[in-house]
C-alpha cells in the first residue's frame, strides 16, 4: 500500500498508483479520532483553541493541538495568531478546507441515517461519551 514520508505520500505510488492516491491522500487527511468533529466545528466560522477545546470537551490538549497541526500541515485549516497579551489564536478552514467541507457534510448525512442503530439493532457506540 502506501507509504508516507515526511513529505507525503512516496512520488512512485502517486505516479503508478494513480487510482488508490485520492481515497489514500483523503483518508490520511482523515486520519485522526477528532479531525472530521474539527472540521465541522470550523465550516461555519472561525473559532479560539478554547472555544474548540470546549467543544470536543474529552480531548486531551495534546490531541488537540496534534491534530490542529496536521491540519494546518494539509493545508485545511489555517492557524491566525494575533499580537495580543495574553495572545489570541483563531482557527479557521482555508480554501481548501472549504472544499473538503461537502465530505464532512455527508459523513454527517450518512450517520444521521444509518447511526441510531447497527444491522442487529444493537445502538450504536458513542464517541463523544
Not at 496536521?70 to 489555517?78: F, P
Amino acid at each position: 500500500m502506501a507509504k508516507l514520508c515526511k513529505d507525503g505520500f512516496e512520488k512512485e505510488f502517486i505516479e503508478n498508483q494513480k487510482e488508490k492516491y485520492g481515497i489514500a491522500y483523503t483518508q490520511n487527511i482523515l486520519s485522526g479520532r477528532w479531525k472530521a468533529l474539527i472540521l465541522w466545528f470550523l465550516k461555519s466560522e472561525k473559532h479560539r483553541y478554547g472555544e474548540i477545546k470546549r467543544f470536543l470537551w474529552d480531548i486531551s490538549q495534546g490531541s488537540l493541538t496534534k491534530q490542529l497541526r496536521e491540519l494546518e500541515a494539509d493545508g485545511l485549516v489555517e492557524r491566525r495568531v494575533f499580537p495580543e497579551v495574553p495572545p489570541r489564536v483563531e482557527y479557521s478552514l482555508t480554501e481548501k478546507g472549504q472544499a473538503f467541507i461537502p465530505i464532512i457534510n455527508m459523513m454527517e448525512n450518512f450517520g444521521k441515517t444509518y447511526g441510531e442503530n447497527t444491522e442487529d439493532n444493537q445502538p450504536t457506540k458513542n464517541v463523544l461519551g
